[in-house]
């Protein structure tokens, strides 16, 4: 049988019903969804807690995720504007657009980040957004969290949304945000224990949490290339105490090409049996009530290479229609769909 971590938002009117629900086995609580006016976290936790029982909620923390706080469009100027960033001068030109060289095509953007970053911007910096759908090019930073961007991004990118950028220079400065203390810490007093940790690398990544929280019950998200490095390398250490998680979302658009994804799903699921799968589940949902021919098969690849935990995200979420019908096809293909366990 199946079983299904569902995304909560956390004000729906549905989610006994949900809870209810033969194949769910838990709620998920994405941490960057804003509160009511005079709730605070820890209250936040105990009504989501209190729904979701006995089954557990999980406090997804964002950790190492680039995200951004804000962002903003420079305004495009009527003639050529000469602007300077890290010392070298950038020339905005609508009425000579060029993709490469000195000139560069508008929208140009500042988006601020959660994180403090360090960037080798000596060449410009490939910069993905909405699932990979959308890019610009970083051509600075500023204070360490503002990056200046050029060619892109074609829509504001706007608060909480998270980006990639996987050139070898990055480095992220901190795991845990502030945010993520305050719900382990408010999850703490509340008894909610269960913890998702966000683009896990390494031990020191979970003993970052534990400090904090030694009673914590972990599952890492798997989402980039030294995640991947970790799953092959020293997960066989941590394993009794660590469950993991394929977060296709971002580790699709992070491994460097991209029918790699089949390789880095099977490779978690051969190191954790009760490897949970997240992300882009059913997302055919979000258009209609009748799934598309590739969503079906996608759930089938996934059962038939060993995984039968599902983590159902945002998008199909909101709704109630969407989120029911997720779970009811997820629940009869269990019923009536027999894998026969093949091997990439």
């Known amino acids: 049988m199946a079983r299904v971590i569902v995304t909560v938002p956390p004000y729906a009117p549905f ?5 209810n629900h033969p194949v769910v086995e838990g709620f998920r609580l994405n941490t960057v969804m804003p509160l009511r006016d005079g709730e605070n976290v820890e209250n936040l936790l105990g009504r989501l807690k209190e729904i979701a029982a006995p089954k557990p909620l999980w406090i997804d923390l964002k950790c190492r995720q680039l995200r951004v706080s804000r962002g903003r469009f420079f305004d495009v100027p009527k003639n050529p504007t000469v602007i300077e960033v890290e010392g070298k001068k950038v020339i905005l030109d609508p009425s000579n657009p060029k993709a490469y060289g000195d000139l560069r095509t508008p929208p140009w953007a500042v988006l601020e980040l959660d994180h403090e970053i360090e960037l080798d911007t000596s060449k410009p910096v490939k910069c993905y957004m909405n699932d990979g759908l959308d890019r610009a090019l970083i051509v600075g930073v500023r204070n360490g969290r503002e990056l200046v961007m050029l060619d892109g991004p074609e829509k504001l990118v706007g608060g909480g949304e998270s980006l990639n950028i996987m050139h070898p220079s990055l480095k992220i400065k901190g795991y845990l945000t502030d945010l993520d203390r305050e719900y382990i810490e408010a999850g703490k007093k509340v008894g ?19 400090e904090i929280n030694p009673n914590a019950e972990v599952v890492a998200k798997i989402e980039s290339e030294k995640g991947l490095g970790f799953v092959n390398n020293d997960y066989a250490q941590l394993a009794g105490g660590l469950r993991l998680m394929a977060a296709r979302g971002d580790l699709y658009v992070e491994v460097r090409r991209p029918h790699l994804i089949l390789n880095a799903m099977r490779d978690i699921v051969e190191a954790d049996s009760e490897a949970i799968v997240a992300s882009r ?8 009530y009748t799934p598309s021919a590739q969503d079906i098969s996608d759930l089938g690849f996934l059962l038939e290479i060993g995984y039968d935990r599902f983590m159902v995200g945002d998008d199909i979420c909101f709704k109630e229609n969407s989120l029911l019908g997720a779970l009811n096809i997820i629940n009869a293909i269990s019923e009536t769909y027999q894998p026969r366990k093949i091997m990439l």
């Not at 940790?197 to 003993?207: I, Q, R, W």
């Not at 589940?281 to 209609?288: A, K, Q």
């Open 281 to 288: 589940i059913l997302p055919s949902l979000r258009r209609g």
């Open 15 to 19: 989610l006994e019903k949900i809870a």
């Open 192 to 210: 909610v224990n269960t913890v998702m940790l966000s683009f896990f690398e390494g031990a020191e990544d979970l003993n970052d949490l534990l």
